[in-house]
T-cell receptor, first 115, second 115 residues
Framework: NAGVTQTPKFRILKIGQSMTLQCTQD?????MYWYRQDPGMGLKLIYY???????DKGEVPNGYNVSRSTTEDFPLRLELAAPSQTSVYFC??????????????FGQGTRLTVV | AQSVTQLDSHVSVSEGTPVLLRCNYS??????LFWYVQHPNKGLQLLLK??????LVKGINGFEAEFKKSETSFHLTKPSAHMSDAAEYFC?????????????FGGGTRVLVKP
């Protein structure tokens, strides 16, 4: 049971570099999400998607971009890394939304440090 | 708009004694509510969920939570703490009927279990 898979697990970036955090799920879920977790804080929603080709901003989208070309994949792009983006990033997916709210399944996280 | 407040950032209990983690929420619609647990350097695992069925919800590892609409609360309890319960716990709300299944996280409660 793969579930939600994130890569890489760890990454150190220099200021101004770019990178893509990969996320894939094998549960055929329509909904996918990217969250960031800062030390001692809850999770903040960066972007989410309700299906292939459809994405929308969450609470903290600045400095990030996403795409959703397939149901399975939801990569998160950092174009110009900044120290404020040092965080742990979690990808998640869920089957339903709206009147079919269901629990989300989370990946193991990507720990990103920007120096 | 939905929001979640976890009233205690840290809770310390002795092994074998009860655990109470408090959560209050606000929601414009009929909410779904969840508790997730995060062990150190791990992803998030669902403990239990409330989705408008029974107000007393039983989860894994002996945890349960009671949905009280009049108090807008969803407190998590366990009768007897175990050392393995040391972790961070997140209360999460998702509005049924809202466009998109956006999960809003509380700030988290870190549980310490003393021998």
């Amino acid at each position: 049971n793969a579930g939600v898979t994130q890569t890489p697990k760890f990454r150190i970036l220099k200021i101004g570099q770019s990178m893509t955090l990969q996320c894939t799920q094998d549960m055929n879920h329509n909904y996918m999400y990217w969250y960031r977790q800062d030390p001692g804080m809850g999770l903040k929603l960066i972007y989410y998607s309700v299906g292939a080709g459809i994405t929308d901003k969450g609470e903290v989208p600045n400095g990030y971009n996403v795409s959703r070309s397939t149901t399975e994949d939801f990569p998160l792009r950092l174009e110009l890394a900044a120290p404020s983006q040092t965080s742990v990033y979690f990808c998640a997916s869920s089957a339903g939304g709206g009147f079919m709210s269901t629990e989300a399944f989370f990946g193991q996280g990507t720990r990103l440090t920007v120096v | 708009a939905q929001s979640v407040t976890q009233l205690d950032s840290h809770v310390s209990v002795s092994e074998g004694t009860p655990v109470l983690l408090r959560c209050n929420y606000s929601s414009s619609y009929s909410p779904s509510l969840f508790w997730y647990v995060q062990h150190p350097n791990k992803g998030l695992q669902l403990l239990l969920k409330y989705t408008s069925a029974a107000t007393l919800v039983k989860g894994i590892n002996g945890f349960e939570a009671e949905f009280k609409k009049s108090e807008t609360s969803f407190h998590l309890t366990k009768p007897s703490a175990h050392m393995s319960d040391a972790a961070e716990y997140f209360c999460v709300v998702s509005d049924l009927g809202a466009a998109g299944n956006k999960l809003t996280f509380g700030g988290g409660t870190r549980v310490l279990v003393k021998p």
